[in-house]
């Protein structure tokens, strides 16, 4: 890639980190949005977007749980299920003519839930699931995040939000700390595939830690980030689009 090419992707990468650590995540499936708009290889999307995934979610839990917004037991209880789950979908390697297509259909599922219209609960009581059914939900999220190189916290936040279990602020506390570790068991089911990071990589990086930093800021400053989220979901569905029908 030529040096305006990076920089333009580092650009939209950092702004990709600002829009998802507002509201806990860490942004690969806006990560592998931007570089599939850049036609960049499937064997390079997936490494890259865990390992920007876990500088952005490693900084976003840092912050959540300084502020106190992290349900501990709660996420535990999804991690169990989930981490040993992301590490066996790591071991599958997809072909390009499968991987960009089910990529895509992830993008279009994370734009739908960016351009929801309303709010998706507001909570005052929440009860947490019992035990199987938490560790079942991480373990399903988990599988299909090592799978796609996402780090499934566009899917957990939507869920513990429509069934109750946790207020709005602590579910971007618990989602942080799900990526985070879904996304390093993910990464560490398939080593080999560190071979195929782009050498841009550091440019990316501090795009996206500068983004988070920014991000995590406005997350827990309570500043609304609905219309640049819907923003977001508008991009998803072309770069979903686009996969699949390449």
């Avoid at 390009?96 to 709010?119: F, K, S, T």
Wanted: net charge positive; proline share 6%; charged share 10%.
């Amino acid at each position: 890639m030529d040096t305006t090419t990076v920089l333009l992707i580092a650009a939209l990468m950092g702004l990709i980190a600002v829009l998802y650590t507002s509201v806990g995540h860490a942004g690969a499936s806006g990560y592998l949005a931007i570089m599939a708009l850049f036609a960049v290889p499937a064997a390079t999307m997936r490494p890259t977007a865990l390992v920007l995934n876990i500088i952005v979610a490693s900084f976003t839990t840092f912050r959540f749980a300084r502020a106190g917004q992290v349900n501990w037991r709660l996420l535990l209880l999804f991690v169990a299920g989930a981490v040993p789950a992301a590490f066996i979908a790591g071991l599958i390697t997809l072909p390009g003519n499968i991987y960009r297509p089910l990529v895509g259909m992830i993008l279009l599922l994370a734009a739908a839930r960016l351009l929801w219209p309303r709010e998706i609960a507001r909570l005052g009581d929440p009860k947490p699931p019992n035990m199987a059914i938490g560790v079942a939900s991480g373990a399903a999220i988990g599988f299909l995040s090592g799978l796609t190189g996402t780090g499934g916290g566009i899917f957990l936040s939507p869920l513990i939000l429509f069934c109750g279990w946790e207020a709005v602020r602590k579910t971007s506390g618990i989602a942080a700390g799900f990526i985070l570790c879904v996304s390093i068991a993910g990464l560490a089911g398939n080593l080999s595939s560190v071979g195929g990071l782009p050498p841009e990589l550091p440019y990316f990086i501090g795009a996206v830690a500068l983004g988070a930093l920014v991000g995590t800021q406005l997350g827990l400053s309570r500043l609304p980030a609905n219309r640049l989220l819907q923003a977001l979901g508008c991009v998803l569905v072309v770069a979903g689009a686009k996969l699949i029908l390449s």
